[in-house]
């Protein structure tokens, strides 16, 4: 278990954000203008396009969504519980000295994981918050954070009431 968590903490930490259409965009017309510069590149358009994809591959960080299945998110758990539960403390904690009246009622945990953000709100708004939502894609993540705060039971009582789980957002009428 200790590789594997070091195995993806490493893979997290050398991930790229996800290279943006407009920007994949100009780099293809660099590229093509730079080919069509050199004179002595003779290129129909078809083998341009071929040299301009061929050149995009090699120099564009391919970046893969991650499917995180059971094992995968206790990887997960055991790698980034912690400091993602400490990091978030630290900022409620910064809110709650900068604003103390602040007291929210609602908590929306958009890519919850683990339920980190969850423990770390409860523990500093744990009066005032009435709900928290979790969404996550994951369904093994989503069960995974149940489970904990179910302190590891599948049927227990949660540890913090008000919590929902839910693997999408609704579907907006617009």
């Not at 050199?38 to 358009?45: C, F, G, M, V």
């Not at 090699?58 to 055991?78: D, P």
């Not at 953000?117 to 979790?134: D, F, K, N």
Request: aromatic share 10%; net charge neutral.
């Amino acid at each position: 278990m200790e590789n594997q968590v070091q195995t993806l903490t490493s893979y997290l930490w050398s991930r790229h954000l996800p290279i943006e259409p407009e920007e994949l965009q100009r780099r293809a017309r660099h590229l093509e203008k730079k080919f069509l510069e050199n004179p002595d590149l003779s290129q129909t358009e078809e083998k341009l396009r071929g040299a301009v994809l061929h050149a995009l591959r090699k120099t564009t960080y391919h970046w893969q969504e991650l499917s995180y299945t059971e094992g995968l998110s206790l990887v997960y758990m055991a790698a980034r519980l912690d400091g993602g539960f400490a990091a978030v403390s630290r900022a409620f904690h910064e809110i709650r000295a900068r604003n103390p009246a602040f007291q929210p009622q609602t908590l929306m945990d958009f890519g919850s994981g683990t339920g980190s953000v969850t423990w770390a709100a409860h523990s500093i708004w744990g009066q005032s918050l009435r709900e928290y939502m979790c969404v996550d894609r994951s369904a093994a993540m989503l069960v995974l954070a149940e489970k904990l705060l179910k302190g590891g039971s599948e049927s227990g009582e949660p540890y913090i009431p008000g919590v929902f789980f839910r693997q999408f957002l609704p579907v907006s009428p617009k």
